[in-house]
């Protein structure tokens, strides 16, 4: 399946400095904040915004989303939907945007993800099947699920404990350089995060994202409009997404995710090898993750994550093919749904140029990915800097 | 293990009409799954058609209980606060011998786990309820 997407260009981003707390602050405020954020960035008036994408169950509101959204935000969209892909559905929203400005749905789409965190968290109102056979025997959450494909995977591959670290330890590296990230001005080394307490084995604690309130948002429009920003354009060059089921116990593959045809397809369309690539922005809720995706990349063969990442000379802004230049989920915070575009906002900023102190040198292309789930739903973008 | 498995307060399934026979099936020491007459394919979870071929043609039958461990993992801060008092416990996922995996709490009675070890299906009191748990060996 082929793809063009000359239409649709991200001309605006917003982003929330995490926080861990945000007591009497509700979602809709930040989302809001967020979004003004973006559009004086795309430097769009309120008015000119004509699409909506939101994620699913936005504060307190489980059912009409994006009309209350739209309400609260004083917009009138003539396209508006929810995108439901966990993790993925930042990079979801982008192709999406995209796809529905290509076909002249609308024009200017404002992307944004958020929530607030309150001390105690409800449980979850789940009654699906994952609720009924996985919940009961003591596997609730995320955590336990990672665990699992972590597990296959070192049983597969016999990585070291210390190659899945190293993803960790480069993370907070990176977000010593990010003034915004909640693990900035708090460095782990290896030695940090194995000391770290083991949560569900083999994953240790500072393998692991640290929930966080924030926001993020991101404008797509027309080239035309995109010429309102300051900023260089960035252009959608390719897009491949894929779901493959929902309850880790049903997964087809524990140590290969749909991540491996997705980003396939993307790189398929954006014409391009996955080594050329300037800027790897992984999506990172685990460090298992980061593991997985380098290989369903193709970038090493599967098993070889710890070596290529020796190789590459680690993930800063200066290795050979620099990852999460912001500190990744594991080093920024994972502000709910809107972690997932954490990764798409920071690729923005590298390939304008804007990455300040963490700036790779001649930014032109990044691959961003999005994963929701238990490494079941998965979003690759393709992003380039205009010329 | 510092609280015996019956003693927590833990959630149990959400059954439904459809997978009531599953659960009263494990109450009575057996393990049943669906089998498909048409593709020939096991299920699970219940489903109301064959999600392989999407015929309805399931029937219930009874699994051998005979499975490997796929994955597992231990442990030690729950996502459920009832189960801290018997932590660290392992959860595991089961490929039964008919095909399908379902995750499960694997009992292991001090013994050490690899994947691709072998188990058997060990219905257990959990809370106030039989669940389909498994056993090395």
């Known amino acids: ?387 | 293990m510092t609280a015996s498995l019956q003693e927590l307060s833990v959630p149990g399934p959400t059954v439904t009409a459809l997978t009531e026979p599953f659960w009263e099936a494990v109450k009575s020491g057996r393990l049943m799954i669906q089998h498909c007459d048409s593709c020939e394919r096991s299920v699970f979870y219940p489903r109301a058609i064959c999600p392989h071929c999407w015929v309805d043609a399931l029937t219930w039958t009874e699994a051998s209980g005979r499975g490997k461990l796929k994955s597992f993992s231990q442990v030690w801060k729950p996502g459920h606060p009832g189960w801290i008092p018997a932590t660290p416990y392992l959860v595991g996922l089961v490929e039964l011998s008919e095909g399908p995996t379902m995750l499960s709490h694997i009992l292991t009675e001090g013994a050490q786990v690899a994947v691709g070890d072998a188990l058997h299906f060990a219905p257990t009191q959990i809370g106030d309820r039989i669940l389909p748990c498994f056993k090395m060996g």
């Not at chain 1, 997407?5 to 509700?26: F, H, Q």
């Not at chain 1, 989920?329 to 590298?350: I, K, N, S, W, Y």
């Open chain 1, 1 to 387: 399946m082929n793809a063009s997407w000359s239409k649709a260009v991200i001309s605006g981003i917003g982003e929330l400095k995490p926080e861990r707390k945000t007591d009497g602050i509700n979602t809709m405020d930040l989302l809001m904040k967020v979004s003004a954020q973006a559009a004086q960035d795309a430097g769009l008036e309120p008015g000119e915004i004509d699409g909506l994408l939101v994620g699913p169950q936005v504060g307190e509101t489980p059912q009409h989303v994006p009309a209350t959204v739209a309400e609260y935000f004083g917009m009138q969209p003539v396209m508006s939907n929810v995108v439901d892909l966990g993790g993925a559905s930042g990079p979801g929203m982008i192709w999406r945007a995209a796809a529905a400005i290509e076909m002249g749905m609308c024009e200017t789409v404002l992307c944004v993800l958020g929530n607030h965190r309150n001390p105690v968290s409800p449980r979850s109102p789940n009654r699906n099947p994952a609720r009924e056979f996985d919940t009961p025997f003591g596997a609730s959450g995320a955590n336990t699920s990672y665990a699992l494909l972590m597990q296959a995977h070192m049983a597969k591959y016999g990585c070291t404990p210390e190659d899945y670290a190293t993803i960790a330890a480069g993370a907070r590296a990176n977000a010593q350089l990010n003034p915004m990230a909640i693990f900035h001005g708090k460095p782990a080394d290896v030695d940090d995060i194995l000391a770290s307490p083991m949560v569900t084995s083999p994953l240790h604690l500072l393998e692991i994202v640290m929930p966080v309130a924030g926001g993020e948002a991101v404008i797509v429009t027309t080239p035309e409009k995109a010429k309102r920003s300051a900023h260089r354009p960035v252009l959608l060059l390719g897009a491949g997404e894929k779901i493959t089921h929902r309850a880790v116990s049903q997964a087809p593959s524990l140590t290969s995710g749909p991540l491996k045809p997705s980003i396939a397809r993307a790189l398929q369309q954006a014409a391009m090898d996955v080594s050329d690539i300037g800027f790897l922005s992984l999506y990172d809720c685990y460090t298992i993750m980061v593991a997985a995706t380098i290989e369903d990349a193709g970038l090493c063969k599967p098993g070889a994550f710890g070596q290529w990442l020796r190789d590459n000379d680690g993930m800063g802004s200066d290795a050979r093919q620099p990852i999460n230049t912001h500190g990744g989920q594991l080093g920024f915070g994972q502000p709910d749904l809107a972690g997932g575009m954490t990764h798409v906002v920071e690729a923005v900023r590298q390939l304008r140029g804007t990455a300040g102190g963490r700036q790779i040198e001649n930014c032109e292309t990044a691959l961003v990915t999005g994963n929701g789930a238990t490494m079941s739903e998965a979003v690759a973008l393709i992003l380039g800097g205009a010329s």
